[in-house]
Each structure stands twice: as structure tokens, then as C-alpha cells.
């Protein structure tokens, strides 16, 4: 009888170790784990675990980062494009708990992204936005690179 290992959790915590995302890293986590493009709660909650690390990762980290939050949010919702009260609440206290420029590029992209989201959502990103966190502006170029 086999069963399936959630080899993310082991990697990403090997990650965290290492104290550093590099480039191939990222290339391995596309092809290997989401390589279907399934982004699962857990996943995703892995993903922020790196972004909250406050690690010296390689460029990729972030768009992968970004990338990956958004299939989650937005591209896996029902229906697609729609950001659910339940999901933008959780990806608000991600956020929060990482105060990172990953973090901060993952919520603008969503807002970029969907074609619905709470109103106090976007109250909330706008709020985040203009809140001084440091990198806000580097934020901003990596959503739009």
C-alpha cells in the first residue's frame, strides 16, 4: 500500500536552514512540486513560512513567490478571478505576519489579478500599500516586472 509524501514541507524547511532561496531552488520547486500548478492552503502557507524567514533569496524567489500565492487566490478560486471573503482574509494575515516586499508584491498582484475582491479588501491592500513598510516600492516594480 502507498501513500503520497508532501515533499514540500520537507524542502521548504531545508530552505528556511539554508537561509537562502537561490535560483535553482526555484527552478526545482516549479518543476518538481507545483509542477501541475496545484497550489494547495498548506502549500501556500509553506510559501509565506520562506517569506516571513526574512532570507538573502535569489531574484526568481519572488516571482515564483508571487506567481504561486496568486494561482491560489485567484486562478484556483470558484469561480476564477474571484477573491473570497474567507481567502482574502487569510492572505490579510499572511501578509501581516510577514511585513516582507515578497508579501506586499503577492497582495498587489492578487489585487491585480482578480476580477472581483471584497471591498474592504482593497481598503485593506491600499491601507498596506501606503503604510511605509520598507521595499513598498520594490513591491510595486515586482508585480508589474
Known amino acids: 500500500m502507498g501513500f503520497a509524501i508532501d515533499r514540500s514541507r520537507t524542502i521548504i524547511s531545508a530552505m528556511i536552514l539554508g537561509r537562502r532561496v537561490s535560483g535553482q531552488d526555484v527552478a526545482w520547486l516549479r518543476r518538481e512540486v507545483f509542477a501541475g500548478r ?14 516571513r524567514a526574512d532570507m538573502n533569496n535569489a531574484p ?62 482593497l481598503a485593506g491592500v491600499k491601507e498596506r500599500a501606503a503604510a511605509g513598510w520598507s521595499g513598498a516600492g520594490a513591491a510595486r516594480r515586482a508585480t508589474t516586472a
Open 38 to 51: 496545484e497550489v494547495t492552503r498548506e502549500a501556500a502557507d509553506e510559501l509565506f513560512a520562506v517569506a
Open 60 to 121: 526568481e524567489w519572488t516571482e515564483f513567490f508571487v506567481e504561486m500565492i496568486a494561482e491560489y487566490v485567484v486562478r484556483q478560486a470558484e469561480p476564477t478571478g474571484v477573491v473570497s471573503e474567507e481567502r482574502a482574509a487569510w492572505l490579510l494575515a499572511r501578509v501581516d505576519e510577514c511585513k516582507s516586499v515578497e508579501a506586499l508584491a503577492a497582495l498587489i498582484n492578487v489585487l491585480a489579478e482578480a476580477r472581483s475582491v471584497p471591498q474592504w479588501f
